[in-house]
């Protein structure tokens, strides 16, 4: 009895040291890196895609190789798309979990069994769990066959002016454009000088000039009483001015007796005399300081109105005169230059921007 309970317990001890030596040959990290995959949906139709989840746990720092998988998983079972693993930190940065997810599809009905996605820690491989994958085709109803139809042709689709608006105003834009950016080319190789056409109003009728202008001094009845130096000085500017204009010499530039003696031989002595006293009486005032009357200054306004009277020449009362249009030339100046420059840039922008924008219609629209 002694010696079977002696064998007994060597064999227990020897049970126990091969345990124990076990263990200890054994690699600590094999308890420490698990590996799991799962996949989102079992049942799949012909050309469905699923998502397959690996994810991977171990001690952080450690050497990791995900799977290397090209276009097929399993024969029937394609890799539409691998994901970029994702690493979470946990236990203060200890332990990481390595996440990745692989889209899927088939387009044959079978079941597929999908073999454990392998990883590689610190050159030592670890395995998941298998995982199956059934994939239906679409049902088809043999019992109405009437219901399937062939391919439908082609159909024409008419283009309505919704579809050629923008192109089309995308070219008349482009020919606008272009149009003015080569006209502002030409100008601007040529260098011609700048043309302005410049219109004047027709003056009026010496006689008529001169009678407003002495309704003007008329009316202002404070320059005769205070200041008859001015009221003189202005009414003989207005018959200088009417007779250089009416007869053809410069009054403005000579004496009143000048002027007389160059009427005379259109006038008779006798008809220029009031005219002769308006000059005397105006020059006595501006010269000599003499003091006119008001009924004086009124009698040479008069006298004035009158010689312009007498001496006028009437016109066609329904002759209508035109504006006179004179061309000036002007050489174009620095600025002028520059800003032709710019307008030969921004039109040439500007077509090219059309003709893009036209042309891409045509190839949406057709193409």
């Given at each position: ?343 030969i840039g921004l039109t040439g922008v500007g077509a090219a921007i059309a003709l893009y924008v036209g042309v891409k219609c045509i190839i949406d629209l057709f193409f």
């Amino acid at each position: 009895m002694k010696k079977i309970l002696l064998n007994y317990g060597k064999l227990i001890f020897g049970s126990l040291s091969f345990v124990a030596f076990t263990l200890a040959g054994s690699p600590v990290g094999a308890q420490q890196v698990t590996v799991r995959a799962s996949i989102d949906s079992l049942q799949l139709l012909v050309g469905e895609q699923t998502k397959i989840h690996l994810e991977v746990s171990m001690d952080a720092n450690r050497k990791l190789q995900l799977p290397v998988i090209n276009d097929t998983l399993v024969r029937g079972v394609e890799v539409l798309d691998i994901a970029r693993p994702d690493t979470q930190k946990l236990n203060d940065n200890k332990r990481w979990v390595i996440s990745q997810e692989y889209t899927v599809t088939s387009f044959d009905s079978a079941l597929y069994y999908l073999p454990p996605l392998e990883v590689m820690v610190d050159d030592e491989k670890y395995r998941s769990e298998s995982l199956a994958l059934k994939v239906y085709s679409i049902p088809v109803d043999t019992l109405h066959p009437d219901q399937f139809f062939g391919p439908k042709t082609v159909v024409d689709v008419p283009i309505e002016w919704q579809d050629i608006d923008t192109m089309v105003y995308a070219f008349i834009i482009m020919l606008l454009l272009g149009a003015a950016c080569v006209f502002f080319i030409v100008r601007f190789r040529n260098n011609k000088p700048i043309i302005r056409i410049i219109k004047i109003e027709p003056k009026l009728p010496p006689h008529q000039e001169a009678m407003k202008h002495i309704e003007e001094i008329k009316a202002n009845k404070n320059v005769q009483r205070e200041d008859p130096k001015l009221y003189y000085t202005e009414l003989t500017d207005v018959i200088r001015t009417y007779i250089k204009d009416r007869f053809g010499f410069n009054a403005l530039e000579m004496t009143s007796t000048e002027i007389i003696e160059h009427l005379l031989q259109v006038k008779d002595k006798e008809s220029l005399k009031d005219l002769k006293y308006l000059f005397e009486t105006a020059d006595l005032v501006k010269f000599a300081k003499h003091a006119p009357m008001m009924n004086e200054n009124d009698m040479n306004l008069v006298n004035a109105v009158d010689f312009i009277n007498e001496t006028k020449i009437e016109e066609d009362p329904n002759a209508k005169k035109e504006p006179t249009e004179i061309k000036v030339e002007e050489k174009r100046s620095k600025q002028g230059r520059i800003a032709l420059m710019c307008s030969i840039g921004l039109t040439g922008v500007g077509a090219a921007i059309a003709l893009y924008v036209g042309v891409k219609c045509i190839i949406d629209l057709f193409f």
